[in-house]
Every structure is written in structure tokens, then in C-alpha cells.
């Protein structure tokens, strides 16, 4: 995820982000109308202060995801690293620290938080240390799932509403609300509906 995207390769970044609304999102029936989707909106704006800050110009970056943050309700810090295909439904109250990466495919519903343990830990942590997770491709994160600190979770875990995780999900496992990792259905449809009854989606 760490390259360098020229003009062209944002473009078709943010095409796929407007595709991808339009696959996931049943309440969205045209390209036309996911350019409405606070979600979209927020992962654009994202793209653009990410390029910012990577290019050095901190200070823009911020500004662009303060922005953004007032418009959408979700806040992304310019450092963040988004994979491809990223969908934030909802958009309200997404949190997503400075050093959190992002796989591709992944989808994070609202209330969602990829945050660090705090400053009384960051604090000790050695200069350049990470301090927020990554997450796996294909991973989705349902209503007010909390991931705190520098852990992984595996591709395609499902992380249950309501959950809070602070210690590495393997591959594949899911997470209810009660903090115990479980194996998955067969399926991911199987695994989707089987977290939804955590909470709504």
C-alpha cells in the first residue's frame, strides 16, 4: 500500500470507490446516485490530504481532512493508508488513525473506530512506532466496532458490532460483541448474517 499514486491512479481509485458504493449499497442504484454517499465523499476527500501528506504538505492535508470531517462526520487522519475499494457506509462517526492501514475490500459500517490504546502507552512507544491496526483485505467491521492499538486483523475476520478488539484476529475468524473469536460460517453471506444479529448494520 505504501506507492506513490500519480494523477491517473487517483482517478481510477476514486472510480472504483464510486463502483464499489454501488455493489455494496442496496439503498444505491446508479453511479449517479452513490456521488451523494457520505461515505464516498469522505474516502475521496481522504485520497486527496493522504497525497498531501505523503508529498509533505502536512499542514493542507489536515485542513482537507478537518473538512471533510464537518461535511461527512467521519475522520481520517491524512496519514491513514486506504486500500482499494474501501466502503465506509454510513459515514457517521468513523474514526481512523494516523498510522491505521487499510486493506482492499474492506467494509466498516458507522461508529466504527481503528484508534490507538492512548497516549500513556504511544507515548513509550520507540519514534515511528505503530500505534493504530491493520486491517486485512476483505475484513468488515459492523456498527461501533472498536480496534485499538498496533494489531492485525486477519483477511476476511468479521469484527461484530459492538465489538472491541485489542489483540491480533486471525484469518477468517469472527468477533462478537463478547470479545471471543470464533471460526466462521462456511460462507461469508453465512458470516455476514450471523454478526448482523449483533446489532444493526
Known amino acids: 500500500m505504501r506507492t506513490r499514486h500519480s494523477v491517473g491512479d487517483l482517478v481510477r481509485l476514486m472510480a472504483e470507490d464510486l463502483d464499489v458504493v454501488v455493489e455494496r449499497d442496496p439503498s444505491v442504484r446508479s453511479r449517479r446516485e452513490a456521488l451523494g454517499h457520505p461515505g464516498l465523499r469522505a474516502?475521496?476527500?481522504h485520497r486527496v490530504?493522504?497525497?498531501?501528506?505523503r508529498s509533505g504538505h502536512r499542514a493542507l492535508a489536515r485542513w482537507a481532512a478537518r473538512r471533510a470531517r464537518r461535511r461527512t462526520g467521519v475522520e481520517i487522519h491524512p496519514g491513514a493508508?486506504?486500500?482499494r475499494r474501501v466502503l465506509v457506509d454510513h459515514g457517521a462517526a468513523v474514526v481512523i488513525g494516523e498510522t491505521a492501514r487499510v486493506g482492499d475490500d474492506v467494509t466498516m459500517y458507522h461508529q466504527?473506530?481503528?484508534g490507538a490504546v492512548g497516549w500513556w502507552a504511544d507515548n513509550a512507544r520507540p519514534?515511528?512506532?505503530r500505534r493504530h491496526p491493520v486491517v486485512g483485505p476483505g475484513v468488515v467491521l459492523g456498527t461501533n466496532a472498536t480496534v485499538l492499538g498496533p494489531v492485525s486483523i486477519g483477511e476476511r475476520a468479521v469484527i461484530g458490532a459492538m465489538a472491541v478488539v485489542t489483540h491480533d484476529?486471525?484469518?477468517?475468524?469472527?468477533?462478537r460483541a463478547a470479545s471471543s473469536v470464533v471460526r466462521p460460517p462456511l460462507s461469508l453471506a453465512e458470516n455476514l448474517r450471523a454478526v448482523a444479529s449483533a446489532g444493526s448494520w
Open 43 to 45: 474516502v475521496w476527500a
Open 49 to 53: 490530504a493522504h497525497a498531501l501528506h
Open 81 to 83: 493508508e486506504l486500500g
Open 112 to 114: 466504527v473506530t481503528l
Open 127 to 129: 519514534p515511528g512506532a
Open 169 to 175: 484476529v486471525p484469518p477468517g475468524a469472527r468477533v
